[in-house]
């Protein structure tokens, strides 16, 4: 402690008491360079006073001062540098004008966007503040094209302040290395060639730069070989900077271009492999594929990374190639170890490749493959390869999804692998990432005691699915621009407190494991009952799924909760109505360990900018339910179709058991055809009630549209025919007869729709399915979809319809205009003209014309059309039954006689048509 006026204090241990004496004071730059102490005691102290230094706000300088011609997503370190004294400096980072979060740090890692960027340093002491000038930094616009290219210049020394990009060194080198490919690259490329040189390294002197392009006209392959072809002519030559042949290189900063590559596979064979150019960061399967009398047939053969970054060009990692011998069932027994974790994770990848041909079967030992895959610490290969994998398990049909499911809960066990993983996964960079289209993922190590802001991890809009640039983790939620998020998560302030509680060594020293998923879709979230129909309502999860975790810590009952936002992905329209939110989360254990949604501890706050947001006292993963209604004409349309589809099937079958008890009602052409074409009718509709929405099973749901496909191009053939046959009775008549017509008809009318339908199937090859994705019918109903619809179905429909409105015409023409000429229809008795309208309603039905209401539904009074089509098709079977059984007094009195309740005498007539009428005199029911 300080006493009197001495400058000094008292050592507790010998009473002395003890001061500073100055002997010389050196200030450089306002700190003191040498001090002389000595230690004496009381009654040696002399009157001494001590002058401190003033403090004074710090000097600052900002390096470098300028940066041009960066490339978009590349990252430069600029140096905060501040001196004064004391030396207690905060630092504060600004970018525009903008502070820039959790940037408290003297080095500033900037990863540019496109534009002119100032940015400024700020920094703080006891002694006041001071800002730094501003460094400019020249971002070029996004899609200019840039490559990496290296030189090592034999003929020059490396000294250490080449290293500097502000010094004399530097800059004299490279301004050579500019005037270099100046002079041997720019009369080779038809653009406007710059060179920015970014660093400078020993070895001899290497530099590195980017060759940038603008005003080009080139493919960027051609480009790449055409700077290539010039560098490889300048190096040959004897040239200025002493570049050698094997001294340089060049390198694309966002492709790799497609190559063809030799290498030995496991016995040694050579194999010559193909991949097709790719994208930087992602990965590429062979052309060649497995042999068709492999385990793995027409699977890849290989699969190969594209790696590096904008900063040093990208480049082709080693193959890995699969032992086709090998599936998916023999990997499940395989024991995973450290020495093979990253063989068995390359060879899940490629086996998984095709999603969309995943059976239920594969996705449970996908999931066994995926769980001893993380039961290992792998390193970020592994975690590569883990990722796509479930990334492309998520491609696989939605009914295999929910079949396995219900089987063995692979799906949830493919989470909880996942989540197993990242706990465990080796963090060389402390910090694993990978975002794929349908799955995004981060984790990293951070201490405890950082936990002190509201972290976040959101998914900006994208209708695109998930992009590595729309991914973004935030130091401090409150940067998250919430109005733009698909789906966002923000942990809580305090969370870094709550763990301290449960962390027994000390908190500042102690790492966790925190990790963030987002997945596209809940495709692999498959509880049993899924959808409840409430008066057209379906309930589902309308939102991304995320979710957060802290390794080995079950976080419950916080009292700060989590919040999440969520963009619906089905918003109310004049085309639905969405109610009923529900804020949720993956119970494991739910539904006797199937896993379900739960709303436990998840509450819904309000609606923001369109965005729901939930709080929620646990980490776990989130999404929203929400009840999804289709528009009033569609619930009331379905309603419609549903009854008369019932109705027609009654009398289908009612027709058709008719026809075929009374040997009567089979004697004539017309009868014939219309009994095939009810066989067609019926089988259509117990189709279509049955299996349009079978879509659990792949196989199944193909095969229901195939035999929907089949049996209503059989209707509308067997309605040509019924068109044709009227056509030869009603407006050809002499010279109608046709031999054999009942069976041509029959080869016709079942043997066409048979080979449309199977040519359909056919030309779906699933080498041409688009994304892997299939295209002969859709996934929501079991129908055609596509080509497959527009050529396979709707272009025969409607040719038959073209033709079945010229018969109608022409035969309503003749029963009308003819019977007129004739003096047949009497205005004062309009029996004749009923009857001629009821033949034509008949016709009508018969021929289908009402199909037409179809095809105009899809023009402004659609409405109205799609009343009228869903009436009249779906009454067709039951007009019928009305026209040919409940109106016909022929088929009334033979059911009258086989049930026994005509006992009266009969008389049997014919009628004008030649038809057999059986008449009672009378007749009594139920006596």
């Keep these: 402690m300080y006493t009197g006026g001495y400058t000094g204090y008292t050592d507790t241990d010998t009473g002395k008491i003890l001061h500073v004496k100055m002997k010389h004071s050196v200030w450089i730059l306002g700190l003191p360079l040498l001090f002389y102490c000595s230690v004496i005691s009381a009654q040696d102290i002399p009157t001494v006073s001590m002058v401190l230094p003033t403090s004074l706000p710090p000097e600052v300088t900002i390096r470098p001062s300028e940066i041009q011609d960066l490339l978009v997503g590349e990252t430069v370190t600029i140096t905060c540098n501040a001196t004064g004294f004391p030396g207690n400096f905060k630092y504060q980072w600004t970018v525009n004008g903008k502070v820039v979060p959790n940037h408290r740090s003297p080095i500033f890692r900037y990863e540019a966007v496109s534009g002119v960027h100032k940015v400024t340093c700020k920094v703080t002491s006891t002694g006041g503040q001071t800002e730094s000038e501003e460094s400019i930094v020249t971002v070029l616009p996004k899609g200019t094209m840039a490559f990496h290219s290296s030189i090592r210049m034999n003929s020059r020394n490396f000294t250490p302040e080449m290293r500097d990009s502000n010094s004399e060194a530097f800059q004299s080198i490279s301004t050579e290395v500019k005037e270099w490919y100046r002079q041997h690259v720019s009369p080779s490329v038809p653009g406007n060639v710059s060179v920015r040189v970014k660093d400078v390294r020993p070895g001899s002197v290497i530099t590195d730069q980017n060759v940038i392009v603008q005003g080009y006209s080139l493919q960027e392959q051609n480009l790449y070989n055409n700077i290539s072809m010039a560098l490889r002519t300048a190096v040959q030559s004897s040239n200025s900077l002493g570049v050698d042949e094997d001294d340089w290189t060049l390198l694309s900063t966002s492709i790799c271009y497609s190559e063809t590559v030799t290498v030995p596979d496991r016995f040694l064979n050579n194999v010559t492999l193909t991949f097709p150019t790719t994208e930087r960061d992602k990965h590429a399967y062979s052309t060649q594929l497995c042999g068709n009398n492999t385990s793995s047939a027409g699977i890849a053969l290989a699969v190969r990374r594209c790696t590096g970054d904008v900063q040093t060009g990208v480049r082709w990692a080693s193959p890995e190639l699969l032992n086709c011998g090998l599936d998916l069932s023999n990997l499940a027994q395989m024991t995973v170890t450290t020495d093979n974790v990253a063989e068995v994770a390359a060879y899940t990848q490629i086996l998984t490749s095709i999603g969309s041909s995943l059976m239920v079967e594969n996705i449970t030992d996908a999931s066994t493959v995926l769980e001893n895959i993380a039961d290992i610490p792998g390193d970020e290969n592994v975690g590569y390869s883990v990722v796509v994998s479930i990334d492309q398990i998520m491609n696989a049909d939605d009914g295999v999804l929910y079949q396995s499911q219900v089987k063995d809960q692979a799906p949830t066990r ?142 419950k009952n916080l009292s700060t909760p989590v919040v999440t936002r969520y963009l619906p992905i089905v918003q109310n329209s004049t085309n639905s109505t969405v109610t009923n939110i529900r804020c949720v989360f993956w119970d494991f254990t739910a539904a006797e360990g199937r896993g379900d949604w739960s709303t436990e501890g998840c509450d819904f706050v309000k609606m923001d900018n369109k965005r729901i947001v939930c709080n929620c006292s646990h980490l776990t993963n989130f999404a929203v339910l929400m009840d999804i209604y289709g528009p009033w004409h569609s619930f009331t349309l379905d309603i419609i179709s549903k009854i008369g589809i019932a109705l027609s099937t009654t009398g289908l079958a009612f027709t058709l058991i008719s026809y075929l008890v009374f040997k009567q009602l089979r004697q004539t052409r017309p009868q014939h055809i219309l009994m095939n074409l009810c066989i067609a009718l019926l089988a259509t509709l117990i189709i279509f009630l049955a299996g349009i929405d079978a879509t659990n099973s792949p196989v199944g749901c193909t095969t229901v549209a195939f035999l929907l496909h089949y049996f209503l191009l059989a209707v509308f053939m067997w309605m040509a025919v019924e068109a044709f046959n009227m056509y030869l009775a009603f407006v050809k008549v002499l010279g109608a007869h046709v031999s054999r017509f009942l069976l041509k008809a029959a080869i016709f009318a079942w043997g066409l729709p048979f080979i449309v339908a199977t040519i359909t199937l056919a030309v779906d090859v699933p080498s041409t399915y688009p994304d892997g994705k299939e295209t002969y019918r859709s996934t929501s109903v079991c129908w055609l979809q596509g080509n497959q619809l527009y050529y396979g179905f709707l272009l025969p429909v409607g040719l038959v319809l073209l033709f079945n409105t010229v018969v109608y015409i022409m035969v309503i023409t003749k029963l009308t205009c003819g019977g007129r000429t004739k003096g047949k229809v009497d205005d004062n008795n309009s029996g004749g003209t009923k009857q001629q309208l009821r033949i034509a309603i008949a016709v009508m039905v018969l021929v289908g014309l009402t199909w037409i209401f179809g095809f105009f539904m899809i023009s402004d009074g659609r409405v109205f059309f799609s009343y009228l089509f869903c009436i009249f098709n779906s009454l067709q079977g039951f007009f019928i039954f009305i026209f040919h059984c409940l109106r016909q007094k022929e088929v009334q009195n033979l059911w009258f006689k086989y049930c026994g309740c005509l006992l009266g005498d009969f008389r049997t007539t014919k009628s004008t048509t030649g038809k057999v009428v059986i008449q009672p005199k009378r007749f009594q029911c139920g006596e």
């Design 414 to 555: 493919i989470v909880q692998a996942l989540e197993q993983f990242n706990d465990r996964v080796n963090l060389t960079t402390k910090r694993f990432r990978r975002i794929e289209q349908n799955i995004g993922v981060e984790t990293y190590q951070i201490g405890a005691a950082e936990l002190i802001n509201s972290i976040g991890f959101a998914s900006l809009a994208n209708s695109e699915g998930l992009q590595d640039e729309s991914v973004r983790h935030y130091p401090n939620s409150a940067s998250t621009p919430n109005d733009e998020v698909d789906a966002s998560i923000a942990l809580p302030e305090d969370l870094g407190s709550v763990l301290k509680k449960n962390i027994s060594d000390d908190p500042t020293n102690e790492d966790v494991r925190l990790s963030f998923v987002i997945y596209q879709s809940s495709r692999l979230f498959q509880p049993n009952q899924t959808a409840s129909f409430l008066a057209g309502s379906k309930t589902r999860v309308n939102s991304r799924i995320i979710a957060s975790r802290i390794s080995h810590f079950e976080l």
